[in-house]
């Protein structure tokens, strides 16, 4: 059985990086017809995988933020009094990303609902930070995980190897394995985090092999380049 993990890379020129965890976060604003905000409405994610809810309620000034929610597909619903009920579903929630759902309501029965199925929005508003989510299956079908010397000295297939699908990336071969090297930084100027925790070997990247997660018990690897938050 393939564990829900979620491994965090997170690689960058400077010497100190300070990450941001392994949830997601939806966020957004709740309006009526005219356009006015609508405080105090009822507002449900629901993780479509495990069946978990995550009930929020809007502001004062019609906004609403569901954080720390566990990457995978969820479903919103938003519910007030004398306005059809909003589903908004397909929604994709990755790692250490903000997506922006805004919610126009309908005025009419409770009992009455609208059903949005439109894509999650590529764009991102919320935040100028860069960063790359690679999924297991994409993982899994492209010949980057190599074994052997190429993917360290622990001679299993590398998940860390995933960074070459990144422009301006290389990985540069160390005496205990491959080193990341993004937009011409030097090595050891990362963190990698697991569920959120710090997995970092302190003798350096190439050391990280040693230790690395399986491949086949990670979910989704992100990879954060710039502009993250400052926790």
Same mark, same amino acid.
Do not use: C
């Given at each position: 059985? =393939?564990?829900?993990?979620?491994? !965090?890379?997170? /690689?960058?020129?400077?010497? =100190? &990086?300070?990450?941001?965890?392994?949830? $997601?976060?939806?966020?957004?604003?709740?309006?009526?017809?005219?356009?006015?905000?609508?405080?105090?409405?009822?507002?449900?994610? @629901?993780?479509?995988?495990?069946?978990?809810?995550?009930?929020?309620?809007? #502001?004062?000034?019609?906004?609403?933020?569901? #954080?720390? /929610?566990?990457?995978?597909?969820?479903?919103?619903?938003?519910?007030?009094?004398?306005?059809?009920?909003?589903? =908004?579903?397909? &929604?994709?929630?990755?790692?250490?990303?903000?997506?922006?759902?805004?919610?126009? /309501?309908?005025?009419?029965?409770? !009992?009455? !609902?609208?059903?949005?199925?439109?894509?999650?929005? /590529?764009? @991102?508003?919320? #935040?100028?930070?860069?960063?790359?989510?690679?999924?297991?299956?994409?993982?899994?079908?492209?010949?980057?995980?190599?074994?052997?010397?190429?993917?360290?000295?622990?001679?299993?297939?590398?998940?860390?190897?995933?960074?070459?699908?990144?422009? $301006?990336?290389? &990985?540069?071969?160390?005496?205990?394995?491959?080193?990341? =090297?993004?937009?011409?930084?030097?090595?050891?100027?990362?963190?990698?985090?697991?569920?959120?925790?710090?997995?970092?070997? #302190?003798?350096?990247? $190439?050391?990280?092999?040693?230790?690395?997660?399986?491949?086949? !018990?990670?979910?989704?690897?992100?990879?954060?380049?710039?502009?993250?938050?400052?926790?």
């Amino acid at each position: 059985m =393939r564990h829900l993990l979620t491994v !965090s890379l997170l /690689l960058t020129s400077s010497l =100190r &990086l300070f990450a941001q965890a392994d949830r $997601g976060t939806i966020t957004g604003t709740v309006i009526d017809p005219t356009g006015a905000v609508l405080p105090n409405v009822a507002i449900e994610a @629901k993780n479509v995988n495990t069946g978990a809810l995550f009930p929020v309620a809007s #502001s004062a000034t019609g906004n609403y933020t569901i #954080s720390a /929610l566990p990457t995978g597909g969820y479903e919103l619903t938003v519910t007030a009094p004398g306005f059809k009920n909003f589903t =908004r579903a397909g &929604l994709t929630v990755q790692a250490a990303q903000t997506i922006r759902i805004d919610v126009s /309501l309908e005025v009419g029965s409770s !009992s009455e !609902s609208v059903t949005v199925t439109e894509a999650t929005p /590529l764009l @991102k508003t919320e #935040s100028g930070d860069m960063s790359h989510v690679i999924a297991t299956s994409r993982m899994n079908n492209l010949p980057i995980l190599q074994t052997g010397a190429a993917a360290g000295s622990g001679g299993i297939r590398n998940p860390f190897t995933a960074v070459a699908l990144m422009p $301006g990336s290389a &990985l540069v071969q160390g005496g205990t394995g491959p080193t990341v =090297r993004i937009n011409g930084g030097v090595n050891n100027s990362q963190t990698i985090l697991i569920e959120g925790m710090d997995a970092s070997n #302190s003798l350096g990247q $190439g050391a990280s092999q040693q230790n690395q997660p399986g491949v086949d !018990s990670i979910e989704e690897l992100a990879i954060q380049t710039s502009n993250y938050a400052a926790e």
